[in-house]
């Protein structure tokens, strides 16, 4: 074999503290899989992370990590989570002693772990052959093509650019973003044969160049689904939030013929969130994205459709059958349906931030303009959660971060455990009985006039970012004279509904998540009363199925 040969072969890094330990493993691995593996050996995370970058700098592949949980300095879990950055499609063993069983369904959830080894693993033919052949194989017909990332040429300040810059985002498509003014923005324009004066501007991996593409146009280039396979299924679901996606997971994995349908992106509200450190099973937090990737993986994984940028207009009940219309006039067919379409942030009500949307002025957490504020003031409105979170994130970007909240403080509305995190950042700031009664701007936002609501006092202060995190609008217009709904637009279902509804045909009453149309269901914040938690959509989601499944059988 020639060293050209060695050189190429895919690695086999193993970190163990113990030294006895580490070459025992590497050892025995050496022995199974020398011939077609180069075996790599460190004794601490931060030497076996160096160890990666040389071997990324080669250009060279690693098939599979093996690390000892309990490590100074660095745990094996969090060397695998910092491991994932440099080599995503290695299969990661996490070593733990009998007793650390915890340790391997936290490495699951925080790392997405193939597998755990119990020390000792003597013999290896029967407790680590097996379990390193299986991962090695997984590894081999894996699709390990590093991602072709599309380009994005716009205007710092143009809300289209920040709108197609959110919408891969959130769709998990990788890109780059090269401003207007950047060299590289004016090559691929000359390219493209465009001059820059329509924007956006977005080169496929595939060198196609679409200028000012539709969310539409934009996924079909990418990647994405946009149509259905069949016209009839067991189960629509509308909206991607969590609520959603728990319903197409559990529907998914029920049998049921399952298509999710999505405005614009998998995750709602939840999927912009920097950290969620109160979800059920994620100690350490998890983000609003890594919770919806993984959920969607999920639904795909038993068998459900999604559908994005497609937007549903109309619910038609036809005989047995439920209809959904698209806004390009075409229709979906299904036993049932689930509506999770979820809630928007309300519109801030004050002169000069209308125009200033998307140039300064954002409703909801964009981690995509994190960079984009460093050293500079970053002011959130809103004393919920999702605020907080946000707060948290843009903290580590921003010179100060200040949140405005009408009340006299974040007690009523925000979880104990984010006003603690608040309290022991330095540069977050909470300004009470405060609100925002004007904004000022050229090209984006420059100013904002604040008010004191108790003494009447108006201060204005420089300011280039702005989000907005205040109230929830349900989107539910147009179920307008289909669907019964409170004062506020939220849908009412089950016991909400007083009985048998007008028009309603059956014997029996609503289901508890069932609207006043037979088979129509509803799950999520856009339900009225609702409580409006991740792990509590979620729940809905699954419920409504489990509803969902007494219906078909009793239709």
């Known amino acids: 074999m020639t060293t050209a040969d060695r050189v190429a072969r895919p690695s086999i890094l193993t970190v163990d503290d113990d030294p006895a330990v580490s070459r025992s493993v590497a050892r025995d691995l050496r022995r199974m899989y020398g011939e077609h593996y180069r ?95 299986e991962q090695l194989r997984a590894w081999a017909v894996s699709d390990r093509q590093p991602p072709q990332r599309v ?49 956006p501007v977005v080169v496929t991996a595939h060198g196609t160049a679409l200028v000012d593409p539709t969310d539409a146009e934009l996924a079909a280039e990418v990647g994405l689904s946009t149509q259905p396979s069949a016209e009839f299924y067991d189960l629509i679901v509308v909206g991607g939030g969590p609520a959603g996606l728990g319903a197409a997971v559990y529907g998914g994995s029920e049998g049921l013929r399952t298509v999710l349908v999505e405005r614009i992106a998998t995750g709602g509200q939840a999927g912009t969130s920097s950290r969620i450190e109160n979800y059920l099973g994620f100690p350490d937090g998890v983000s609003g994205g890594q919770l919806t990737e993984r959920a969607r993986r999920q639904a795909v994984k038993f068998g459900v459709e999604l559908l994005t940028t497609r937007d549903v207009v109309a619910l038609e009940r036809r005989g047995a059958a439920r209809i959904v219309r698209f806004g390009d006039g075409t229709e979906l067919a299904a036993h049932t349906v689930i509506l999770a379409t979820g809630v928007s942030y309300r519109l801030l009500d004050a002169p000069g931030l209308g125009e200033l949307t998307g140039r300064g002025v954002y409703y909801g957490a964009s981690t995509t303009e994190g960079p984009n504020c460093a050293g500079q003031d970053v002011y959130l409105v809103g004393g919920a959660n999702s605020a907080g979170q946000a707060a948290v994130y843009f903290s580590g970007h921003a010179r100060k971060v200040v949140i405005l909240v009408r009340g006299d403080s974040l007690e009523q509305s925000m979880s104990r455990y984010l006003i603690d995190q608040l309290d022991a950042i330095p540069n977050v700031e909470v300004r009470t009985h405060t609100e925002i009664c004007g904004g000022a701007g050229e090209d984006h936002l420059e100013t904002l006039t604040l008010l004191h609501n108790k003494t009447g006092e108006t201060t204005t202060v420089p300011a280039s970012w702005l989000f907005a995190f205040i109230g929830a609008a349900p989107r539910t217009d147009w179920l307008d004279g289909t669907l019964e709904r409170d004062d506020h637009g939220f849908l009412l279902a089950g016991p909400d509904l007083g009985g048998s509804p007008p028009g309603w045909d059956l014997e029996r009453a609503p289901y508890h998540l069932e609207t006043n149309v037979p088979g129509v269901f509803v799950a999520g914040d856009v339900r009225a009363d609702s409580v409006k938690r991740v792990a509590s959509a979620v729940g809905e989601g699954a419920m409504a199925v489990t509803l969902v499944h007494r219906y078909l059988a009793r239709s």
């Open 39 to 133: 075996i790599v050996r460190a004794e601490s995370g931060p030497q076996a992370l160096e160890a990666l970058h040389e071997i990324k700098l080669r250009g060279e592949e690693v098939a599979a990590l093996l690390a000892d949980y309990r490590m100074p300095q660095m745990s094996g879990i969090e060397f695998l989570e910092q491991a994932m950055d440099v080599f995503p499609q290695a299969r990661r063993v996490l070593l733990t002693a009998y007793a650390d069983t915890d340790a391997a369904i936290q490495a699951i959830n925080v790392v997405d772990l193939d597998h755990y080894l119990l020390k000792p693993w003597d013999p290896p033919e029967q407790n680590l052959y097996p379990v390193l052949d």
């Open 151 to 199: 380009r994005v040429i716009g205007h710092r300040w143009s809300p289209r650019s920040y709108e197609v810059r959110d919408f891969l985002a959130r769709n998990s498509v990788p890109f780059r973003w090269h401003a207007l003014d950047e060299p590289e923005a004016r090559c691929l324009l000359t390219a493209a044969h465009q001059d820059g004066t329509t924007l």
